[in-house]
Nanobody, 120 residues
Framework: VQLQASGGGLVQAGGSLRLSCAAS????????AGWFRQAPGKEREFVAH?????VITYADSLKGRFTISRAKNTMYLQMNNLKPEDTAVYFC?????????????????WGPGTLVTVSS
């Protein structure tokens, strides 16, 4: 499966963005798919995932502000009340090997990231 994230940009603190991850080559709903982010100088961190069953999990620190969803062959990440610390490159990924859904190493497929910059 090929993944392509889009929707990043520059937004003021308190604003919203919706990221999209378009999949091709295979049905996205067949996989666990997730969002990760990587800020400058930091490790890639888990944001949220949605399993093929529809079960959703969020990073604890992002609950209530971020919403992951899936429609047809696209996955979305709605981000509200953005903060400067949300500034990062956001990546979408698919197909988990094992059950460590929050670990980047568990995902087989990655798309190029999309940059989100939140100004204060």
């Amino acid at each position: 499966v090929q993944l392509q994230a889009s929707g990043g940009g520059l937004v003021q603190a308190g604003g919203s963005l919706r990221l999209s991850c378009a999949a091709s080559g295979h049905a996205l709903r067949s996989y666990t798919a997730g969002w990760f982010r990587q800020a400058p100088g930091k490790e890639r961190e888990f944001v949220a995932h949605i399993r093929s069953s529809g079960v959703i999990t969020y990073a604890d620190s992002l609950k209530g502000r971020f919403t992951i969803s899936r429609a047809k062959n696209t996955m979305y990440l709605q981000m509200n009340n953005l903060k400067p610390e949300d500034t990062a490159v956001y990546f979408c990924a698919a197909q988990v090997i094992g059950t460590q859904y929050s670990l980047p190493g568990a995902y087989s497929y990655w798309g190029p990231g999309t940059l989100v910059t939140v100004s204060s």
